[in-house]
């Protein structure tokens, strides 16, 4: 099984209260977690950033 890296660092950001207040209510809507989600985006858009960049050095080749 794969084990999960260790959660130690903390992102702080500023957004409005309402931004704030919908993302919330939607995550609990769904039965997750803001953190989660906002871990998730985070993965996905480094993962989407790399893939470019790997597709980017090969057509370099």
């Known amino acids: 099984m794969k084990r999960s890296k260790k959660k130690n660092s ?3 950001i500023r957004i409005n209260d ?4 919908t ?3 939607l995550c609990d ?5 803001a953190a989660r989600e906002v ?3 985070i993965k996905g858009f480094v993962a ?3 893939q470019e960049q790997n ?4 057509k370099l080749e």
């Open 23 to 25: 993302f919330v209510e």
């Open 39 to 41: 871990r998730r985006f």
């Open 55 to 58: 597709e980017n050095s090969k």
């Open 29 to 33: 809507e769904l039965d997750t977690s």
């Open 48 to 50: 989407k950033y790399e």
């Open 18 to 21: 309402e931004d704030r207040r």
């Open 10 to 12: 903390q992102l702080i």
